[in-house]
């Protein structure tokens, strides 16, 4: 199955809020993950999402191969490569 990684930082409420309503829109599946504490949650919720904590560095994983104008929506949230 293809995927594709990206960092993220989720520094807000509002964030979170924002980054959830982004990852509703894709078709797949989206696993959200940090590496700090080992966790695996679902991208489309916002309590797994807020389960990671704020100020996270986190990693989006998403499968069946997201498309390059659906990844730039993802740009305020994204680390530098």
Known sequence: ????????K???VEQVRQFVETMRKYDGDVDVYSSNRNYLVDGKSIL???SLGLDQELTVK??????????????PFMLAA
């Open 62 to 75: 998403f499968y069946n191969g997201a498309t390059e104008s659906f990844i730039n929506t993802l740009q």
């Open 10 to 12: 989720l520094n807000s």
């Open 48 to 50: 797994g999402v807020f």
């Open 1 to 8: 199955m293809e995927s594709t990684n990206i960092r993220v």
